[in-house]
């Protein structure tokens, strides 16, 4: 069955080396790629002996241990990897605050501690009285279970720079089994110093040695060079027979991590509503921008947030050259700041970079003269926007390109806000579920 694969993303690549491994013979397997390389949103640059990841930090976890292995063996194996504890904070002010927030109460300045707390304890109240269900706004969901004072104080500040938008333009159903719930014991433990552990999730991670995280996507594609068509954009799909053409090609099957707001101009005859539902999902962009700092005397931190504006456009930044001793030259270190922004493009210019460096001289994080160069990469999707209404437009989206044969895979191919290993499993799944069909001779669709 000839099938292309749009997209050698983790999500293309991974499926089809699942495929082949499966026993699909690889002259079957056709990857369109756009860029110049593989990887889609894992890929890493290297300038003048400083790592970094062009779409924000990434990290090698999961709980999937058979997808995790499946990456590392990818990879090279184990010794092809740096083990790394976490350790998070959030930048307030002048104080460096435990994640999550309500398990470092005590790091607070005291009255915020006490606002925090304070709120924290009557919405728990509020909630067991009244037998309230979770608001559909995610705005009124942080007040519902956070309380006013870690809404006023963290949470509002912190999400409006991630997401560019007032938090009630945003739905509240895909913070669930995101941000779990502290107990309230932990809670009041944290406000008055005595430690909890909070968020355990991603306690330990892995990072690849050398060439960034791109180096996971490059080991999946290793067995696949022959079988991507690189500076190749897809720009038609059209229905022939029970396949479709791929800019005038025939293909028995056709599976797309493409962004789906880009199908509507790719595909002839979509119907309208379609087109509606799919141009309807929202995203944001983001700028990664590397700054090389001249010394190594960084903190152990894995990555820390930043949620006022004081402290500049930045929302996280990630302590790249913490994961991987290679990362950064001797004696040197590298922060990877991401500036996300509202809409498919980055703003231009060069002042950016000056805007975020001054904000984290004013939040403390690096001194002036310590920055000797900068490096920035601009990813166009970024971020899933859950404003309301998407998982209608989302599942009416699907519901229509898998009725047609075209099966969507990948964060932005089925606007699932996926890790890279949650990626890996979904293709393992279609993967096996492809395989199940060639031995029954059933068709995909």
């Excluded at 110049?36 to 894992?42: F, S």
């Excluded at 990879?75 to 790394?84: I, L, R, Y």
């Excluded at 962009?285 to 947030?305: G, N, R, T, V």
């Excluded at 166009?380 to 969507?408: M, N, S």
């Amino acid at each position: 069955m000839k099938t292309a694969i749009l997209g050698a993303g983790v999500s293309g690549l991974s499926l089809a080396r699942f495929l082949i491994e499966g026993g699909v013979p690889a002259e079957e397997l056709h990857l369109f790629e756009a860029s110049h390389e593989v990887g889609g949103l894992c890929r890493s640059k290297t300038v003048d002996g400083f790592t970094y990841d062009q779409a924000g930090g990434h990290i090698l976890y999961s709980k999937d241990a058979a997808a995790r292995d499946w990456m590392v063996g990818c990879t090279g194996g184990e010794s092809a990897f740096h083990e790394t504890q976490r350790e998070t904070r959030i930048r307030f002010d002048d104080c460096w605050v435990h994640y999550p927030f309500e398990n470092g109460l005590c790091d607070l300045p005291p009255q915020v501690n006490y606002e925090c707390v304070t709120g924290y304890v009557t919405a728990w109240e509020e909630r067991l009285r009244t037998g309230s269900t979770a608001p559909d706004d995610f705005d009124s969901w942080v007040r519902w279970r956070f309380g006013a004072g870690i809404h006023e104080h963290f949470m509002r500040p912190y999400n409006e720079k991630i997401w560019k938008r007032a938090l009630t333009e945003l739905g509240s159903s895909w913070v669930a089994g995101r941000v779990p719930e502290a107990p309230i014991e932990d809670v009041l433990k944290a406000s008055v110093g005595i430690r909890t552990e909070g968020y355990a999730h991603q306690s330990v991670f892995q990072y690849p040695l050398k060439g960034g995280f791109q180096a996971i996507t490059d080991g999946i594609a290793s067995t696949l060079s022959e079988r991507v068509r690189l500076n190749t954009r897809v720009t038609q799909l059209t229905r022939h027979g029970d396949g479709w053409r791929v800019d005038g090609e025939d293909f028995d099957l056709v599976i797309s991590t493409l962004p789906m707001t880009e199908l509507p101009r790719l595909i002839e005859g979509i119907p309208t509503e379609v087109s509606a539902a799919m141009s309807g999902l929202i995203f944001n962009s983001l700028s990664s921008i590397l700054l090389a700092i001249d010394h190594d005397e960084q903190p152990d931190f894995s990555w820390i947030y930043l949620p006022h504006d004081s402290q500049g456009p930045a929302n996280r930044v990630t302590y790249i050259s913490n994961y991987s001793p290679h990362n950064a030259p001797t004696g040197r270190s590298g922060l990877q700041c991401e500036v996300n922004w509202r809409g498919e493009e980055p703003a231009p210019g060069d002042e950016l970079t000056g805007e975020v460096t001054a904000g984290l001289e004013r939040a403390g994080i690096v001194k002036p003269g310590q920055v000797l160069f900068s490096d920035r990469t601009d990813v166009r999707h970024a971020y899933i926007v859950y404003t309301h209404g998407f998982k209608e437009r989302r599942q009416r989206a699907i519901d229509w390109l898998e009725a047609e044969g075209i099966l969507p895979l990948g964060r932005f191919g089925r606007f699932d806000y996926f890790n890279s290993d949650q990626c890996v499993i979904a293709a393992r799944e279609l993967a096996t579920s492809l395989l199940e069909q060639r031995r029954t001779g059933d068709h995909a669709d």
